[in-house]
């Protein structure tokens, strides 16, 4: 009883924040970029991550390209490949450890709580919460400059970058940015 107490009350502290962060992060990435489409992609490139590193370390691109991404997760932990500007990656950062403290998310899966029955927790009214299922509103990771990939596994993201600016890609899961998994991108004219 109290352990799903001390789940719940972490549960609802992990929303509450990352619902009273600005979105500004969110869709930052709007003002260099947008979801790519599928048809237009003329070029692919590949990302591996290790712990704690990407292959390669920096990666060309140029504006008004729309390129695919396939990250491959070649690591024993959960990593993440998202496109942004040092400022984004700072406020994603503090998202990223919200997701973390409530147990969304552990080192090695981004759907840690998947198979958790939330119905027998005890307090947890989920329909007054409005996310009957675990829909966390604000907690989602799905923005179209980032793909997290479970170990073992491969994600794709198609991003269309509208304007030149100084970016670099980064794995923003706790710890992992400041060990180094960190890459540029440089625009060709």
């Known amino acids: 009883m109290r352990l799903a107490t001390s789940i719940a ?21 709007q003002a260099f970029g947008t979801r790519g489409r599928a048809q237009d992609v003329r070029r692919t490139i590949d990302i591996v991550m290790r712990d704690n590193s990407y292959q390669p370390q920096r990666i060309q691109v140029r504006a008004g ?10 690591g024993e ?6 496109i942004g500007t040092a400022v984004m990656h700072q406020q994603h950062q503090r ?3 919200a997701m973390f403290d409530s147990g969304m998310m552990s080192a090695t899966s981004k759907d840690a709580m ?3 029955d939330h119905s027998r927790m005890p307090g947890m009214n989920h329909g007054a919460m409005g996310h009957g299922g675990m829909d966390h509103g604000a907690m989602r990771h799905d923005d179209p400059n980032a793909v997290l990939v479970d170990p073992g596994k491969t994600g794709e993201m198609v991003f269309k970058f509208t304007r030149a600016t100084s970016l ?22």
């Open 9 to 29: 009350a972490a549960i609802l502290a992990a929303i509450a924040a990352a619902q009273i962060q600005p979105a500004s992060a969110d869709s930052a990435y």
């Open 65 to 74: 390209e729309t390129v695919r991404f396939r990250v491959r997760n070649a």
């Open 77 to 82: 932990l959960l990593h993440e490949f998202n």
């Open 95 to 97: 998202e990223m450890r």
């Open 114 to 116: 998947a198979g958790m």
């Open 168 to 189: 670099e890609f980064a794995c923003n899961i706790p710890g992992h940015y400041e060990s180094g998994m960190v890459g540029n991108v440089t625009f060709s004219r």
